[in-house]
């Protein structure tokens, strides 16, 4: 049987916020729906005055203007300072239409606390996502054939480009958050883009999250024990994979890997660090084909004048006299890590 609404939902909620202890003053992502409602009011009971939030305006749907105009009537009520982000997001060959957004979106956030939000300058975001959310993450990685990072979902907390990121809703389930939000009388607003079956993710929490519920007890704190494991061994094989890295890496660096070096490493070696090196060298991500095939012409290149030229992701693998190197439209890719 599905979990039944909490009586002692805000205890769970508390509990929650009990390990989340970003550097104040906190950014909150804010849509205005439930979920990212119950984390702001939570948020600004906690640390008063010392919490802002950032709404990212997609303009996809009519409702977009109402959304933004819903937060900003919140925030003031609360006396938290709000920043209205404007995207567009374009997609490119080969991206989906939701990766796209994704990137826009954190894209927004990351410019949002560039600067100071009202009188403040934030360098933490907290992120509304749930336990839903990472069921529904972990299946979708499934139904994609994911390895480790697809199965690892969702972090709790990560960093990019001085920014810190936060989850700290993972392990509380959308009824939970619901619950509360009607305990404290507190208003949001419903996307209606939830509820268009056209999108997988839709089609798993109207269908399969709640067959699951029927099925198997605790199915959301199960999920997240198998995410956490994925995650543990996956940090595992990232750190292998860079203790590789900088025995394979040319000299100087320049982002590329030596050819004779990579094919001394076992097979397996060779795809963990080929993609750790894509992901964190280049910002890109090889589908399994074209992995394997150039794990294939890595193990055909015994002599100088055999050539390598695969696409990976949004750009192409080259050999380049003695070295692998990645290339996208505007050219080299010099190390960034």
Known sequence: MPRPPPNNAGDALTRALASFTPDLPLAVAYSGGADSTALLLACVRKWPAQVAAIH?????????????????????????P??????????????SPEDAARKA???????????????????????????????????????????????????????????????????????????WLAQQ?????????????????????????????????????????????????????????????????????????RIHNLRGLSRDRQANLLRYWLRTVHGATASAAQLDELLKQLAACSTRGHHIEIRAAQGVVQRRAGALAWYNRTGFQALRV
């Not at 404007?86 to 080969?94: D, T």
Request: aromatic share 4%; hydrophobic share 45%.
């Open 185 to 257: 009388g507190a208003r949001f607003v419903d996307d209606p883009s939830n509820s268009e079956a056209e999108f997988t993710r839709n089609r798993i929490r109207a269908t399969v999250l709640p067959a699951l519920d029927r099925t198997f007890a605790n199915v959301r704190d199960t999920f997240a024990r198998s995410a956490a494991h994925a995650a543990q061994a996956q940090r595992v094989l990232d750190e292998v994979a860079q203790q590789d890295l900088l025995q394979v890496q040319s000299q100087p660096v320049d982002g590329s890997l």
């Open 82 to 95: 709000l920043a209205v982000m404007h995207v567009v997001a374009h997609k490119s060959k080969g991206q």
């Open 56 to 80: 990212v305006h997609h303009g996809l749907q009519a409702a977009a203007d109402g959304f933004a105009l819903h937060c900003t009537s919140t925030c003031n009520e609360l006396q938290v």
């Open 105 to 179: 979106r954190y894209g927004a956030l990351a410019s949002a606390v560039a600067q100071p939000i009202g009188a403040l300058r934030c360098r933490s975001i907290a992120l509304a996502q749930h336990a839903d959310d990472q069921v529904e993450t972990m299946l979708l990685a499934l139904s994609r054939g994911a390895g480790l990072p697809g199965l690892a979902a969702m972090r709790a907390r990560w960093d990019h480009a001085g920014v810190v990121y936060w989850r700290p809703l993972l392990l509380l389930s959308a009824i939970e958050l619901r619950s």
